[in-house]
């Protein structure tokens, strides 16, 4: 079984699950996955490369899906493979785990899906570190049987993840609280969402919204609340993003901000 989740968690500083949404091509992932790695370089952050070979949660028919699933996993094992990191993707049924289990070190299980036994033991049966992202309608404690299903196979390189709960028919709130009482009930690391938080599904236009502005006031809020580590999608130009522009950083913006989150760890840090 893998140690990931174990790895990244090392050091003082809080880990980093970054990149687009999706993979829309070569290019744009490795320019996008080579300067996040110069920045969590520099920064002293553990970083792991994100993208989705696939986009299957869309409301509307038309909306772009991806590159096609074997050409996706192949840009995201080679971003991974170049910079020394671990990639992460989400799985969507559980035959899918074996096939993402041969590109990738982390399987993300889609929050929608968080109580799927059959997809969650398939992607622990892989042997990879899974991150499972906690439904918009489960209370934070709830996700310990989640975690309970991964580790029922062996597999304790697990994490989890909070996104934002439903709140009315088309947006989310994040109720920090979820932080400290993940880490008691599920013992293992807890990762804020930071950009997913702010969708607004369900638009009348079929076109999922964000609230970017917002990112760095949940950001700034999951390090002060003890969040082992950050999930971002980022993108060098949201406007023209393929698949949930609308809540994803400006890449050229995350420098400054991780930064300024740096800063806020290493104050807490001297609390501890």
Known sequence: MSNTFKQLSRGSNFFLLAGPCVIEGEEMAYDTGRRIADICNRLDIPFAFKGSYRKANRSRLDSFTGIGDLEALRILKGVGSELGVPVVTDIHTAQEADMAADFVDIIQIPAFLCRQTDLLIAAARTGKAVNVKKGQFLAPESMRFAVEKVRAVGNDDVAVTERGTTFGYGDLIVDFRGVPQMQDACHCPVIVDCTHSLQQPNTAGGVTGGRPELIETIARAAVATGADGLFMETHPDP??????????????????????????????????
Request: hydrophobic letters at 50%; zero cysteines; glycine letters at 2%.
């Open 239 to 272: 406007s023209v993003a393929k698949s949930d522009g609308a809540n994803m950083l400006r890449l050229d913006l995350l420098e400054p901000l991780l930064e300024r989150l740096v800063a806020i760890r290493q104050v807490i840090n001297e609390f501890k």
